[in-house]
């Protein structure tokens, strides 16, 4: 039977048929490879169980990888959605570390403003402008409560697509989540006022049916984003602004630290590269081997 991995959690699956049947799955032998939105072919082992025998060839591939292993974020997705927020306080490196992920695998990727009717909803603006300058699309919405915005400006960002949405915790995937697709029933965390971060309410990735033809694959929240798995080159690449100055430095093996005549460095001394960002790609550089 063929079917699509719509939740992972821990080394199980939940794999929906193309007959509409929901299975308990687990993968042949010791290979735990699939990943959400994954296709597969499953062999039945007993009522509403199976063996994943296969997983079929992928559109794309989205992960992440510490110093020692590599995890799976979502498999055959056509975008990837990077949610914050005005309050708690969201962390522009880990907005950067998924971006670069995204663009090492070739997804395109957006960023969704919620939380927009809060107080800090001013501040967190101006904070995303320098991803706006930096070529990346940045959307408002209010997942939750009242405001006349609410999640419009998403639907035609994510119709007739498979989009993965990511997030640190505490930012309203569950209720970005919930807006989208009512019947998804995800569970509502609540906010650690003592810690100013939300609790773990995703234990797991779940693939959630919007229509027909859109689907939005929730990942757990996120704090830690590893980026082993990307070359010293795809770094400098996800850092759109670096582009023009790219194979301009003396050296062509140049790192951008303490060569001479580095042109990357050059442009920001000349406030042409946003200080802020090249002290982020510095901080990066170090967990990428070459």
């Known amino acids: 039977m063929l079917g699509t991995v719509v939740a992972v959690f ?66 055959n997705a056509d975008q990837v959605l990077v949610l914050v927020a005005a309050d708690p306080w969201f962390s522009d490196e880990f907005v950067i570390r998924i971006l670069l992920l995204t663009q090492a695998a070739d997804i395109p990727a957006l960023i969704a403003l919620n939380k927009i009717d809060l107080p800090g909803a001013a501040e967190a603006r101006a904070r995303l402008k ?17 405001h006349p915005v609410g999640c419009s400006a998403l639907a035609p960002k994510l119709a007739g697509r498979c989009t993965v949405l990511v997030g640190q915790s505490g930012m309203g995937k569950s209720s970005l989540v919930n807006a989208l697709a009512p019947d998804a029933k995800a569970r509502m965390g609540e906010l650690s006022v003592a810690l100013g971060t ?27 984003v590893g980026i082993h798995n990307l070359t010293f080159k ?40 946003d200080k802020r960002r090249f002290d982020l790609f510095c901080t ?7």
């Open 284 to 290: 990066l550089r170090s967990e990428i081997a070459a």
């Open 130 to 146: 320098v991803f706006e300058s930096a070529g990346h699309e940045v959307v408002e919405i209010s997942a939750k409560g009242t």
């Open 234 to 273: 795809q770094l400098q690449q996800g850092f759109n602004e670096f582009a023009p100055y790219l194979g301009r430095c003396r050296f062509s093996n140049c790192r951008h630290d303490r060569e001479p005549e580095c042109a990357l460095r050059a442009a920001v001394e000349a406030g042409r590269i």
């Open 10 to 75: 821990g080394r199980r699956y939940d794999v929906r048929t193309d007959d509409g049947e929901n299975l308990d799955c687990v993968a042949r032998g010791k290979k735990h490879d699939a990943a959400c939105g994954d296709r597969v072919e499953v062999q039945s082992t007993g009522p509403r169980q199976a063996v994943i025998e296969k997983v079929l060839p992928r559109t794309t591939y989205l992960e992440r990888a510490d110093a020692f292993k590599r995890k799976a974020i979502a498999a």
């Open 198 to 224: 939300g609790k773990h309410t995703t234990t797991f990735s779940r693939l959630y049916r919007i229509d027909a033809d859109t689907t939005l694959i929730d990942c757990p929240g996120m704090q830690e």
